[in-house]
Structure formats: structure tokens, C-alpha cells
């Protein structure tokens, strides 16, 4: 990680899904063949220092080795959490999250550029990734609707990434996130919210705008834009987070489970398919099969 934000340095850290029932989105998803941890409370410090108190969510992941998706149920809607405005809107995906190895660093830039940026804040969950367990802790602060009004983005540090990445050992083969698509209004206004963001840069292609990301991208495209990328899918009311891609070893195994859960799926090229939002709490998941840089060519 780093404690950049340029686009082309920082990296999609985890993308999260939000519902009122958690043992539904953990059912959903193991069901699609991944490997789903328990769900545990997320806490925030308390007001007087001396213990922490609840944010009101309970999450379940699912982790990758740089990466992970949050499976997130808000407890009692409409009593403050943060993510009460995005759930009362739909079930869906709501939650972007950027890496940085140092969030006060990154906030300080932000503010030096002329944003006004919320306060830094600090999390905690319990976890486990292989034979470690204990305290996930995290600090972090959201990006302002300035830059991003699609759905509850932030940035996040890891201050104990060892209890929080490290199984890819998914029976689908998923190892990584490698895309976020974003349903806009418009395109060429929602880029220049990004572009307030340092070092951002982009790549156009027929019905959308890519920013690039060190190895991954944030896509941005009209509701025209994402019927055409995914047919019979549904686009979310804009803004809005609509999909994300997740990379695979082999995408014959991917079908393989998927058909053996009796879960439908599309084609996408020649080494990728789509699930629909029907089967994944609101979201369109598309599965890229991808050689990891750590095997062999």
C-alpha cells in the first residue's frame, strides 16, 4: 500500500455490499463459491477514550491477498449509521474503498489541495487469516460528494493487514478485485469529480470512462452505457455503484461451480461471465479469468 492517492498508484482496497440481512448475503455468496468468514460487529472508539461502541453494522468477507469484498447489514436503520442514506435507496453495492499505507497523510494532501474533507476516523473488527486472529484496526476517512457521490467511498489503512488479507482459497477460483463500474448521469461531469482527486487519469471507450487505477479501474458509465455491457441487468438509479469484476484462475472451474449451485449466468468475451443482481445482494459481478503476475508464464 501506499500513502498516495494518485489514481494510477493507489489501488481498489475493498468493495462492499450493503443489506438489512447478513445471513442472506453470507448464503448468497457462498452459494456463487466463495468462502465467506462469520459476521462480526464493526466498532468505533467510544466518546470518552476508554472502550469502543458499535457502528451499528455487521460485516462478513471475503478475503483475497490484497483484497476483499464486505458483506454488510445495517442493524437498525434510520438510527445514524453512515450508511443509512445508501440502504434506504436499495440493497445493493454502496461501498468503494481506496488503499493508502498512511490515511492522516492522504487526508493532509486533500485538505492541501483545497477539498474539504470529513474527519479521520478509526474501526475495528475481529478476524482471522490463517492461523491469526485478533482486532482488525483501521483508520480512515470519506471522500465528499464533491469527488464521489455514486455510493459511500473512502480511504482506508490497514493497520493489521495480516489478520485481513491473505486466503484466496475460493472453490471459483476469484483471487482479486479488478474493477468497480459506477452508473452516472454523465459521464464526462462524473470524471471531472474524480479528476479532483491527484494524478487521476482516464481512458475512454465506447459507452464509458475508465480511470486507471496501479492494476485495476473504476469505470464510469450512463445507464444507456450499462444496459449495453450487461443486457437484462437492471441499471441502478443513478449515481450509483452498478457492478464489480473479480479476476479468476480458470474460468471453466468458475462455470463449473456456478452451474452446480444452479446459478445463471452470462457470457462476457471469451473468458468472462456475468451474474446478475438477482444473486449477489443488488450488484452486477462479472468473473474475468486472469493469470496472476506470480504465475508462471
Given at each position: ?14 468493495v462492499g455490499v450493503v443489506?438489512?440481512?447478513i445471513a442472506g448475503l ?136 495480516e489478520l485481513v488479507f ?132
Amino acid at each position: 500500500m501506499v500513502s498516495t492517492l494518485k489514481s494510477t498508484e493507489t489501488a481498489i482496497d475493498h468493495v462492499g455490499v450493503v443489506a438489512r440481512d447478513i445471513a442472506g448475503l453470507r448464503a448468497a455468496y457462498s452459494r456463487l463459491g466463495f468462502v465467506v468468514s462469520q459476521a462480526t460487529p464493526l466498532m468505533q472508539p467510544g466518546p470518552d477514550g476508554k472502550g469502543d461502541v458499535s457502528l451499528g453494522q455487521v460485516s462478513a468477507h471475503v478475503n483475497f491477498v490484497d483484497s476483499y469484498l464486505e458483506l454488510t447489514a445495517v442493524r437498525h436503520l434510520g438510527q445514524g449509521s453512515h450508511l443509512d442514506k445508501w440502504l434506504a435507496r436499495h440493497e445493493g453495492l454502496h461501498i468503494l474503498a481506496l488503499q493508502t499505507s498512511d490515511a492522516a497523510a492522504s487526508l493532509r494532501d486533500l485538505i492541501g489541495a483545497g477539498l474539504v474533507m470529513p474527519p479521520l476516523r478509526a474501526a475495528s473488527r475481529q478476524a482471522s487469516a490463517g492461523t491469526l486472529s485478533g482486532a482488525a484496526k483501521f483508520k480512515w476517512f470519506e471522500l465528499p460528494e464533491s469527488i464521489a457521490r455514486e455510493g459511500f467511498v473512502c480511504v482506508v489503512e490497514h493497520i493489521t493487514p495480516e489478520l485481513v488479507f491473505g486466503n484466496d482459497a475460493h472453490p471459483n477460483g476469484a483471487w482479486g478485485l479488478r474493477t468497480v463500474f459506477a452508473v452516472v448521469e454523465n459521464m464526462d461531469e462524473a470524471f471531472a469529480r474524480y479528476q479532483r482527486l491527484p494524478g487521476t487519469k482516464k481512458k475512454s471507450f465506447l459507452v464509458g470512462r475508465s480511470i486507471l487505477m496501479r492494476d485495476q479501474q473504476f469505470v464510469v458509465v450512463e445507464p444507456k452505457g450499462f444496459n449495453a455491457l450487461f443486457p437484462g441487468a437492471t441499471a441502478p438509479t443513478a449515481p450509483a455503484l452498478g457492478g464489480f469484476t473479480l479476476a479468476v484462475a480458470d474460468i471453466a472451474v468458475t462455470r463449473g461451480v456456478l452451474e452446480a449451485a444452479a446459478v445463471p449466468f452470462h457470457f462476457w468475451g471469451d473468458k468472462g461471465i456475468w451474474v446478475g443482481p438477482d444473486f449477489t445482494g443488488g450488484a452486477v459481478l462479472v468473473f474475468v479469468e486472469e493469470r496472476r503476475e506470480t504465475e508462471d508464464v
